[in-house]
């Protein structure tokens, strides 16, 4: 059966002054999963991210998501001298949408004190911080930019876990960016492969990877 789509890009361009970021990107992703944006340094990651959360224009093509966006940039957006506490109260002033609940339990999830000045939390606090304000807002598509980067391995285990509750939970779609592969075992369910700003390969991992490598691994018999 065919399910829902969540963002559909067609034919997406970006330059910057005369220099294509991004380069001729169609592609469907599904709703309810986990899709991963694989590619090296300067791939277009942040570009592509940027245009399907509507931040930046694209020059060629278009591009549209089902329902509401967050998007969590890889300079994780949290104010130094705001505690966790003043940042769920922005939260609750900015969002159309706020579940101070779904925010807190994040925050609860993950031992970060609501008093302390985010610019007094570790790299991996303030990385909470913002993924709790992005939950918060309930989205339908939630775009993470790197959200694995300068996490350590449990740290990132558990954030994947909680990610993919979320999805099991509310049915919202999640792309997050990456160039370390290894990070997506058990995560991702869809790939979008980049490389120049052009899309290399896009759709389900297993597929893909039955395709391209000839494995057909335990994933694909479920
Ligand atoms: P990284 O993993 O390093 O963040 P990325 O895959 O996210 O890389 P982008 O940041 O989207 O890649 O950059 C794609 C290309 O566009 C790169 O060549 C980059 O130098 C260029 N670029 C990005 N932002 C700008 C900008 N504001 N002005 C000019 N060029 C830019």
Redesign the pocket.
């Known amino acids: 059966a065919v399910g829902a789509v969540a963002v559909r890009a067609r034919g997406l361009g970006k330059r910057?002054?005369a220099?294509w970021?991004?380069r001729e990107c169609t592609f469907e992703l599904p709703k309810g999963r986990v899709a991963a944006l694989v590619?090296?340094?300067?791939?277009?990651?942040?570009?592509?991210?940027?245009v399907l959360a509507g931040l930046l224009d694209a020059d060629e093509g278009s591009a549209g998501a089902v329902g509401r966006v967050a998007f969590v940039p890889?300079e994780k957006p949290v104010y130094r001298h705001f505690t966790a506490a003043d940042m769920l109260r922005l939260g609750a002033r900015l969002n159309v949408v706020w579940d101070e609940e779904r925010a807190r339990r994040w925050l609860a999830r993950f031992e970060v004190p609501l008093d302390r000045a985010c610019g007094k939390l570790s790299g991996g606090g303030q990385a909470q911080v913002a993924f709790a304000l992005a939950v918060g807002s309930r989205p339908d598509v939630l775009m993470l930019?790197?959200p694995l980067a300068n996490l350590d391995p449990l740290a990132r285990r558990e954030v994947t876990a909680e990610l993919l509750g979320e999805v099991a939970a509310t049915g919202m779609t999640v792309l997050l960016?990456t160039?370390v592969v290894s990070e997506l075992s058990g995560v991702a369910d869809h790939l979008l492969l980049?490389a120049h700003?052009r899309l290399l390969a896009g759709g389900d991992l297993d597929e893909l990877l039955a395709r391209h490598v000839g494995y057909t691994g335990p994933r694909s018999d479920v």
């Open positions: 910057y002054r220099k970021a991004l590619g090296a340094n300067g791939a277009g990651k942040t570009t592509l991210m940027s890889q930019d790197e960016s160039h980049l700003g």
